[in-house]
């Protein structure tokens, strides 16, 4: 893995059509010491792009600027608040025009997750989910991924707080853009740049097994999620086209693999979908696959969409199947559903700003 702030300077070199951060250094004739100053002032103290950074003369500043160095790569188009004010719900534009969303959940002064995307679009189209529908565009960049933190970061910073957890929970597949996200992860984490712990971290994966035991060989107290949602491939193939090209069983055994090499848990996002997947049936079913594991289940109420055919499971149905894999030993918790009035599902902002892209075929 190479090192954070090589990372971001190759690609603020390349938006700016150098080769990498060597080149770019040389163009403008910055000593080593140099480029550590600007990686500093963009990931440490926020800085939007160099103009405000006072370590650097007056002169470089200019020609720097004057060049085109930007050190935010989205640009937010449109920051709903949610009315209770807990939930901000950002759409970005990157520099193609193409835009993703991200969302900062204030959680009572003690927790501010940010959830952030890492693709724009997404190739595989879970029927319930406003992004799988409108199809795959392209792979963020690690800044472009980033950048949304560092956005959200700075609104916080002004209010005296940070950002503690950071969920890649947004647009996207991250797992389908595995290099990327991994750079992501070492520039969030880098102690002399934005700083925030791998524990902070969570990745969530629609499943896919290869890169679920790549995950696991990294070595990164990072957490794990999987988008699971149902208890076999009877009830999962109905909305999720990923679970032809891996089984049920393929992937719990990758996520078997994963706890036994890894000691860490991995929690299991489940959907509450009415009459699909949240029968008491389908809670034994899960039940009997989750005990006795290093598992915890979440049960997501479902955030309806303009364009998907499903309806949320009613409160009393969520907390009758949560009953059922409690009452098995299986540890569950019911997920405190933010943002409902400002769309805060994933893809719903920008579903509701852009026409679809084109299906993926991947
Ligand atoms: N591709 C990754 C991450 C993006 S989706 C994954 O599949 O995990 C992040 C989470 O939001 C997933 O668990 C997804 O199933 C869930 N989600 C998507 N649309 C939703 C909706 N309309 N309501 C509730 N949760 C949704």
């Known amino acids: 893995m190479r090192k954070a702030q090589d990372i971001w300077i190759d690609a603020k070199a390349a938006r700016l059509g150098y080769a990498d951060g060597a080149a770019f250094a040389e163009a403008f004739g910055l000593k080593p010491y140099r480029i550590g100053q600007l990686y500093h002032a963009a990931m440490r103290e926020l800085h939007g792009d160099p103009s405000t950074v ?19 790569s989205v640009a937010p188009v449109v920051v709903e608040r949610s009315s209770d004010k807990q939930t901000s719900k950002g759409l970005f534009r990157l520099h193609d025009g193409k835009e993703v969303e991200a969302v900062l959940m204030e959680h009572n002064k003690d927790r501010n997750t940010v959830c952030i995307s890492s693709q724009a679009g997404c190739a595989f189209a879970c029927a319930f989910c406003s992004t799988g529908q409108a ?9 472009e991924i980033v950048d949304q933190a560092r956005y ?8 005296g707080e940070k950002i503690t957890n950071i969920v890649f929970m947004g647009m996207g597949e991250p797992f389908h853009n595995y290099d990327a996200v991994m750079e992501a992860v070492a520039l969030l984490n880098d102690p002399k740049g934005f700083g925030l712990g791998h524990r902070h971290i969570t990745i969530s994966t629609v499943g896919l097994v290869e890169k679920i035991d790549q995950f696991a060989d990294e070595g990164i107290q990072v957490n794990l999620a999987i988008s699971l949602h149902a ?8 909305f999720m086209p990923v679970s032809k090209k891996y089984s049920t069983g393929q992937l719990l055994a990758a996520c078997e693999r994963y706890t036994a090499r890894t000691r860490r848990k ?6 509450m979908l009415a009459d699909v997947n949240d029968s008491d049936e389908c809670a ?9 594991h290093l598992y915890h289940v979440n049960l997501i ?18 907390w009758a199947f949560a009953k059922i894999l409690e009452e098995a030993n299986v540890p569950t918790t019911v997920r405190y ?10 893809g719903q902002l920008r579903a509701q700003t852009q026409p679809k892209a084109q299906n993926a075929t991947s």
Do not use: H, W
């Open 135 to 143: 199809g795959y565009s392209r792979n963020l960049t690690a800044d």
């Open 54 to 72: 006072t370590t650097l003369s007056a002169q470089t500043r200019e020609a720097l600027v004057g060049a085109g160095l930007q050190f935010d």
């Open 301 to 318: 109420p479902y955030n309806s969409t303009p364009d998907a055919a499903f309806t949320g499971s009613s409160d009393a149905r969520i």
């Open 152 to 159: 959200f970061a700075r609104e916080l910073r002004a209010k």
């Open 337 to 346: 559903n933010m943002g409902r009035d400002i769309a805060a599902a994933c």
């Open 284 to 292: 034994i079913a899960l039940a009997a696959k989750m005990r006795g």
């Open 266 to 271: 991995v929690f299991f996002e489940y959907i």
């Open 231 to 238: 208890p076999n491939d009877a009830v999962r193939s109905q």
